[in-house]
């Protein structure tokens, strides 16, 4: 969860590891640190809370040197704290440590180390590693590189490790076993990121390291190797990221430039899945047309907003290929014994492809047969990399901790593999699919439509925002953009926020309503099979005189008898209408957010991907 960077060259490399650090505040940021190689020993700066703390004390106490390793941190083992942040070093203070990810057998080599005369300053499990490295070299390893590699081999867990040595100041070294990384390759220069955008304006090409694999980066190149030692031959990936994409341009935070991005970002995604004959066309699945003319069974695993959008996909795929599908947390997945085989498709949802439970039960899906297929946002991410075939959302970096654009591009992947499968199925026909696609054309508009709402919103926001808590309801589609809605709320505004099945008010959730609750009740489309129902609960929270912020259809006035408040979106056919719907609660999300005065890109605790279990 945490951001790692590190520089090899022959600039300073301070500026850039800010520079890195400031793009991946995203992944923690609850201190920060680096470590630099002076031309003569490693000088290390290191502080609790943001990154501004940093520059602060750099501004104080600067430093300069041609390599150099920065950590912005999400705290696991050990309170936030200067102390615990990193770089970690050993006891001789000549070897420096970043780390993301968690060492499980910390304890047990902490316990060793420490028998062995080893001094530990932190409560992390990171601070073994160097000491495990001086302990190795110590022990007669011949050079530092068998140190570390001997060190690693005895580490389990995982990591994404930068590593300098006071004694070899040309050398840069990093890691990888289940946490991201990669390395760039500038002109005369090399670096090491958790993610792309923190080096996407001074590459040409990356590596994306694979587990197991060890790098050395020196001003003139760099080499990879396994944890045996034997050489490795990367693939260098080519960079098409824009630097402008992880850059705020002039919105006041990214996610509500993300949320703004969103009908540029569908449109894109829908062209670019339409052939000429206006068919949805999926050829990155990689999957013969028999496979899913034979399939029997979908299961879809993802975390947190990607849950939500499996809960969507459960249903629009039930409903359109008529097969059996079901949709679970990864946390929750991993530890059951699910019933899939060769015959099950296993769908996993992941804006960044690197969550942890996802990643879990994909190898637990892996083992039991099934093909995987990946639905992620993010190139030589982990995911990608483990499953047969993948649809890309396409969204360009989300940076935003809370998840918006990313979301939507996951319900139309959605809507589109469910057409495409549902023809392939013979479920639909090709004038259905016409009237799907000519369907999904219009949802840009629509959702540009409820950006220009945004007055209104911040308006209804203001009005609702200091309650202690919120209730959010749906039904069917809308289910989950209700349990989004509260989700989003929760993260960035912290107001105690609920979603649930509107049908299950009258089972408990009811009790709850009083003349100060709002209550936000998605109430789209007239003609849909579940209006009246939701109308139904609208007028039972009316009579116990709970606060009504309804969504609804444009032009519906029998909402007005029942709300309070009415966030009017564009007509959009039902099973659809969740992507429209849900950027009105992102908007009220973000305004109430706004009114309480939270770090919305930041919200507190939380990481923007959750690496660790
Ligand atoms: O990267 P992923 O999509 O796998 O992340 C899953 C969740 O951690 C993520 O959606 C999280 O719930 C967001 N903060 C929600 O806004």
């Not at 001789?92 to 993301?100: D, E, K």
Request: proline share 4%.
């Amino acid at each position: 969860m945490c951001g790692i960077v590190g520089y090899m060259g022959r600039s300073d490399s301070v500026s850039f590891l800010m520079e890195g650090l400031k793009r991946l505040e995203y992944r923690g940021y609850d201190s920060a640190g680096l470590a630099v190689h002076t031309g003569d020993a490693l000088a290390v700066r290191k502080c609790v809370g943001r990154l501004a703390e940093l520059e602060n004390r750099l501004s104080e106490q600067p430093v300069q040197g041609r390599s150099g390793i920065g950590h912005t941190r999400w705290a696991t083992h050990g309170e936030p704290s200067e102390i615990n942040s990193h770089p970690h070093l050993d006891s001789s203070g000549r070897i420096a440590v970043v780390h993301n990810g968690i060492i499980e057998n910390y304890q047990e080599l902490r316990d060793t180390l420490e028998k062995q005369d080893h001094v530990f300053r932190s409560h992390t499990d990171t601070e073994v590693i160097p000491h495990l490295i001086e302990q190795e070299r110590t022990d007669g390893a011949a050079s530092f590189r068998d140190a570390l590699l001997a060190a690693l081999r005895k580490a389990r867990g995982a990591y994404a490790l930068g590593i300098l040595s006071q004694d070899e100041p040309g050398i840069l070294y990093a890691a990888r076993l289940g946490s991201p990384l990669i390395i760039g390759l500038g002109e005369n220069e090399y670096f090491i990121a958790s993610d792309v955008p923190a080096v996407m304006n001074r590459v040409h090409g990356v590596i994306y390291l694979d587990d197991g694999e060890v790098a050395e980066l020196k001003p003139d190149g760099v080499t990879v190797f396994k944890l045996d030692g034997t050489p490795t031959t990367p693939e260098i990936k080519t960079v098409d990221l824009q630097p402008e994409a992880a850059e705020r341009a002039g919105f006041e935070t990214f996610m509500l430039k993300e949320i703004h991005e969103q009908p540029r970002v569908l449109r894109a995604l829908l062209e670019k899945h339409l052939d000429h004959a206006n068919r949805i066309a999926l050829p990155e699945i990689h999957a013969e047309p028999d496979y899913f003319r034979n399939l029997h069974r979908v299961m879809i695993v993802s975390c947190g907003t990607a849950y939500h959008a499996g809960m969507y996909g459960r249903l629009l795929l039930e409903n359109l290929t008529g097969l059996a599908v079901e949709a679970d947390l990864g946390s929750e997945f991993r530890y059951r014994s699910p019933k899939i085989d060769q015959n099950t498709l296993f769908i996993a949802v992941s804006q960044s492809g690197e969550t942890a439970d996802t990643l879990a039960s994909v190898r637990l899906a892996r083992d039991m047969g099934c093909r995987i297929l990946a639905i992620c946002n993010v190139p030589g991410s982990t995911l990608v990399r483990e499953s047969d075939g993948v649809i890309f959302t396409d969204c360009g970096p989300e940076i935003g901790v809370a998840s918006t654009k990313a979301y939507t591009a996951q319900l139309l992947v959605f809507a589109l593999f469910s057409i495409w499968a549902g023809r392939l199925r013979n479920e639909i026909s090709s004038d259905m699919e016409q009237d799907f696609v000519r369907a999904l054309k219009r949802i840009p508009d629509a959702i540009h439509y409820v950006l220009e709402r945004d007055r209104v919103i911040r308006d209804i926001a203001d009005k609702h925002h200091d309650g202690p808590s919120a209730l959010y309801i749906g039904r069917r589609y809308n289910y989950p953009t209700a349990l989004e809605g509260a989700l989003k709320n929760k993260e960035i505004s912290y107001q105690h926020a609920e979603g649930y099945a509107a049908g299950e008010m009258k089972h408990g959730p009811i009790a709850l309503i009083n003349e100060y609750l709002p209550v936000v009740c998605i109430c789209t489309r007239t003609a849909d099979a579940v209006y009246e129902k939701m109308m139904s609960n609208m007028k039972e929270v009316e009579a116990r005189h709970g606060r009504i912020i309804a969504v609804a259809t444009d032009g519906d006035e029998a909402v007005l008898k029942l709300a309070e408040d009415i966030i009017y979106v564009p007509d959009t056919r039902e099973e659809l209408s969740p992507i429209v719907n849900v950027v009105a609660l992102q908007l009220l999300a973000y305004y109430a957010a706004q009114a309480r005065g939270t770090d919305i890109d930041k919200p507190r605790n939380l990481a923007k991907s959750v690496t660790v279990e």
